[in-house]
Nanobody, 119 residues
Framework: QVQLVESGGGSVQPGGSLRLSCAAS????????MGWYRQAPGKQRELVAA???????NYADSVKGRFTISRDNAKNTVYLQMNSLKPEDTAVYYC?????????????WGQGTQVTVSS
């Protein structure tokens, strides 16, 4: 099992910044990709950004140039720096860790942290 603990959410005005952190513990040896998803009210959960253990990154088009994902493998922690925030970024943000096994993959999820962008 993998436990993910998120921190850093909150409320900010449009154009502001927030930094999310997610620390993994437990059976972390098998973790490959870590990332952030978000879910706004009435919408499906969507990928925001992800980073592999080799630090290859992937971003949703809507956040490219504004958000930066990073990962500290020594601390088993992934970060999401969010700049130039927009009201449409408002959502619950979930940390994700994906482990691969011979039989497939498994996703672990954090409890979610609220990000609200409003004037």
């Amino acid at each position: 099992q993998v436990q993910l603990v998120e921190s850093g959410g909150g409320s900010v005005q449009p154009g502001g910044s927030l930094r999310l952190s997610c620390a993994a513990s437990g059976s972390i040896a098998g973790i490959d990709a870590m990332g952030w998803y978000r879910q706004a009210p009435g919408k499906q959960r969507e990928l925001v950004a992800a980073v592999t253990r080799f630090l290859r990154t992937n971003y949703a088009d809507s956040v490219k140039g504004r958000f930066t994902i990073s990962r500290d493998n020594a601390k088993n922690t992934v970060y999401l720096q969010m700049n130039s925030l927009k009201p449409e970024d408002t959502a619950v943000y979930y940390c994700n860790a994906r482990s691969y096994f011979s039989s497939g993959s498994y996703d672990y999820w954090g409890q979610g942290t609220q990000v609200t962008v409003s004037s």
